[in-house]
Structures are given as structure tokens and as C-alpha cells.
């Protein structure tokens, strides 16, 4: 284990109190879909998690974050700024960069914001499905003060379908505000 794994557990596990269920391999490239995501504290406790159990993700972030000091903090935290006023095709930049990397590993929030949403942004599904990569599940409670990743998800030709089994898993996961988190209507 090295230093940063024992000193992310230690601060997941021993300072915070923390616990995870985690059965998903570590997989070379995947999407990994987080939820809820109801406050700023997601970011530091999804990166202790992350790194608690040995494994490195990036991450994106609306591009309003990236300023000085900050901004490079999020850099070498493995963030990726995202430009919402260019209209840009990100999903479609990011697929071919996946596909070109050996280990390509994001996560990403599908609400795109930290208020109730339920209408969930589908850029991650349309990412995984462009590079042919699997979306891995996380789940994030912070009322049992534990992230689960038991669960993957390979894109099918059918968007709808996919949204809808990412969505019913987590309609039991409670956020830090759990009044800022709908699945919607399924």
C-alpha cells in the first residue's frame, strides 16, 4: 500500500468514519457514474474514497472552479474543466481520448448540478458508449456514511433503457441534502 492509499484510508476510514462495498474490479478504462450529488463535499469524499481503495479517477467540473489557486489544485486532482457556454462536443472529444489511452478512468455527476434535477445530463452514457467503455455505478449515502460500487452498466443501443436501471440504483442512496436528489420519474 502506498503512502497516499494509507494516508486517503486513514482519512476516510479512521477521521471521517467512512465505509465502502466495493465489488467492481478495477478496471483499466471505465465511466464511473456518481450519485447523489448534492454538495461541494462530494468532491473530497468521492477523491478519499477513490484513493482509500487504491485506485485514481479524473473527474470534471464546471469550468467556473478553475481559478487561482484553486484551479490548479483540481488539475492535479485529476479535474477537467468543463466550458458550458461553448458548444462544444466534449462527449465526443473525451470518447476518442478514452479510446486512445491505456487507462482512462472518470467520473462523472449525471444530475450536472448539486440542486434536485431530474432531468440527469446523458454525456456520461453517450462517452462510455462512443469509447465502448462500462459505466460503473457508485453510490454515495451519506446517512450510512458509506460509497458502494457493485455494479456496472454496458451501454445497450437503447439510451432510455440504460438511464432508467442507472436511475432505480439509486433511488435509495441519500445524499448530504437528500431534498436536492430525484431520480425523477421513471
Known amino acids: 500500500m502506498s503512502f497516499?492509499?494509507?494516508?486517503?484510508?486513514?482519512?476516510?476510514?479512521?477521521?471521517?468514519?467512512?465505509?465502502?462495498?466495493?465489488?467492481?474490479?478495477?478496471?483499466?478504462?471505465?465511466?464511473?457514474?456518481s450519485a447523489p450529488h448534492t454538495s461541494n463535499w462530494d468532491l473530497f469524499i468521492g477523491k478519499l474514497f477513490i484513493g482509500a481503495i487504491g485506485r485514481e479517477s479524473g473527474f470534471l467540473m464546471k469550468s467556473d472552479w478553475f481559478f487561482w489557486p484553486l484551479g490548479p489544485i483540481f488539475r492535479w486532482m485529476g479535474g477537467i474543466?468543463?466550458?458550458?457556454?461553448?458548444?462544444?462536443?466534449?462527449?465526443?472529444?473525451?470518447s476518442e481520448a478514452a479510446k486512445q489511452?491505456?487507462?482512462?478512468?472518470?467520473?462523472?455527476?449525471?444530475?450536472g448540478t448539486r440542486s434536485a434535477n431530474p432531468n440527469w445530463k446523458k454525456g456520461f452514457w453517450y462517452i462510455a458508449k462512443g469509447?465502448?467503455?462500462?459505466?460503473?455505478?457508485?453510490?454515495?449515502?451519506?446517512?450510512?456514511?458509506?460509497?458502494?460500487?457493485?455494479?456496472?452498466?454496458?451501454?445497450?443501443?437503447?439510451i432510455?433503457?440504460?438511464?432508467?436501471?442507472?436511475?432505480?440504483?439509486?433511488?435509495?442512496?441519500?445524499?448530504?441534502?437528500?431534498?436536492k436528489f430525484t431520480i425523477g420519474e421513471i
Not at 5 to 23: H, I, M, N, P, R
Not at 101 to 111: D, Y
Open 4 to 33: 497516499k492509499q494509507k494516508l486517503f484510508a486513514f482519512l476516510y476510514y479512521k477521521v471521517l468514519g467512512w465505509k465502502t462495498d466495493v465489488s467492481v474490479p478495477n478496471l483499466d478504462k471505465c465511466i464511473i457514474c
Open 81 to 94: 474543466p468543463v466550458y458550458r457556454s461553448k458548444h462544444t462536443s466534449m462527449t465526443t472529444q473525451i
Open 101 to 111: 489511452s491505456e487507462r482512462f478512468v472518470l467520473c462523472i455527476t449525471p444530475e
Open 131 to 158: 469509447a465502448n467503455l462500462p459505466i460503473v455505478l457508485t453510490g454515495v449515502d451519506y446517512e450510512k456514511k458509506i460509497i458502494t460500487m457493485n455494479k456496472i452498466v454496458q451501454p445497450s443501443d437503447n
Open 160 to 179: 432510455e433503457d440504460d438511464i432508467r436501471q442507472i436511475k432505480l440504483y439509486y433511488k435509495d442512496f441519500k445524499g448530504k441534502h437528500p431534498e
